[in-house]
């Protein structure tokens, strides 16, 4: 929980991560410039403050994630939304193991989400059935510019991952993360398009699509398909940290979300371990649009309490405290 000014507010990072970029887990040239290309998102848009050594960027582990987002981070629930990336590294990048076995030490505080890839067909349809009842799944991680074979990504509209989504609905997994921001190299930028959001989102609207990074750099894109379709979402990751380095530029982010979409359908992410989530939260109960960019209105205390934690905690079922509600859901309870 974070407290300012009086106010209380309930924080869950929709978006962090657990992984190992480690020399030893690289499997070639790729996964060395994947995670240097992470590495130069954290520096170039970090607080120096805030900023970690390269070493301790390529693996972090369980204790300090619980530091940096419980102790020190003002988080109150996290959701995993691992990468396995299995042709750049050998034991995946996101840490399935490691990730799930903090989420059973700690369920009060963590959620993991899972992955699948629609290209390896029914067996991987057969997996994610495992996959669903080992872990408890309420949503997935999807990552479309993921290399697999001669592959270079796929699309939401491909027939089988319609038939993943079908089983998806099936087994009550309802919330489907999708990566659809900038790119990491060597993935290539246009596997990110979110233009087979739309078509998915249509076809299946008991799923809840939550675009990742809100689409950025096709933040106009994304604004004209989440408008016409009610079960799209917006993830703040990778959004978030403008707030530092270019506060106008976020301010037309979170106003042009704000017009489009509404407050029930943003959610914060640090997007975990780019960057902690600490200073971004402050950052963002303190923030404000500048008043002369009058197109937008100024954000308003409950539509913060809603992006930083009330949305995605609904989503996944988060218990949220009485007193830590909005006093119409106060009433409602």
């Not at 070493?55 to 995993?80: I, K, P, S, T």
């Not at 699509?209 to 809100?214: A, D, K, P, R």
Request: glycine content about 6%; some cysteine.
């Amino acid at each position: 929980m974070y407290s300012k000014d009086g106010e209380d507010y309930f924080i869950v990072d929709a978006h962090v991560a657990l992984w190992d970029a480690r020399p030893e887990n690289q499997l070639n040239v790729h996964g060395k410039q994947f995670i240097d290309c992470f590495y130069d998102y954290h520096r170039n848009l970090s607080p120096e403050s805030e900023l970690w050594t390269y070493d301790e960027y390529l693996y972090y582990g369980g204790e300090r994630l619980m530091r940096d987002l419980f102790e020190q981070g003002h988080v109150d629930h996290a959701v995993f939304q691992p990468a396995y990336l299995g042709a750049f590294y050998r034991n995946g990048f996101g840490q399935t193991e490691e990730a799930f076995a903090l989420t059973q030490a700690h369920p009060d505080k963590l959620t993991y989400n899972h992955f699948f890839d629609p290209r390896f067909e029914q067996a991987g349809i057969d997996r994610l059935r495992r996959d669903a009842e080992r872990f408890d799944l309420k949503g997935v991680k999807l990552y479309t510019a993921e290399w697999q074979g001669s592959s270079r990504g796929y699309k939401l509209d491909d027939p089988w991952t319609y038939r993943y989504l079908e089983v998806c609905q099936e087994l009550g997994i309802r919330n489907i993360h999708v990566h659809k921001g900038p790119t990491i190299r060597p993935l290539d930028r246009d596997a990110f398009d979110v233009a087979d959001v739309d078509h998915a989102a249509t076809d299946f609207t008991g799923l809840n699509f939550i675009v990742e990074h809100c689409g950025l750099p096709r933040l106009e894109d994304f604004c004209w398909i989440a408008t016409q379709e009610p079960n799209v979402h917006a993830g703040l990751a990778v959004a978030m940290p403008f707030i530092h380095t270019r506060p106008r530029y976020f301010a037309q982010i979170i106003g042009e979300l704000l017009y489009w979409l509404d407050e029930d359908r943003i959610q914060f992410s640090s997007d975990y371990a780019l960057w902690t989530p600490r200073w971004l939260v402050e950052a963002f109960v303190d923030f404000q649009i500048p008043e002369d960019m009058t197109e937008y209105a100024p954000l308003t205390l409950a539509q913060k309490k809603k992006i930083l934690g009330l949305n995605a905690a609904a989503m996944y079922d988060v218990e949220v405290p009485a007193a830590l509600r909005l006093h119409d859901q106060r009433a409602a309870a």
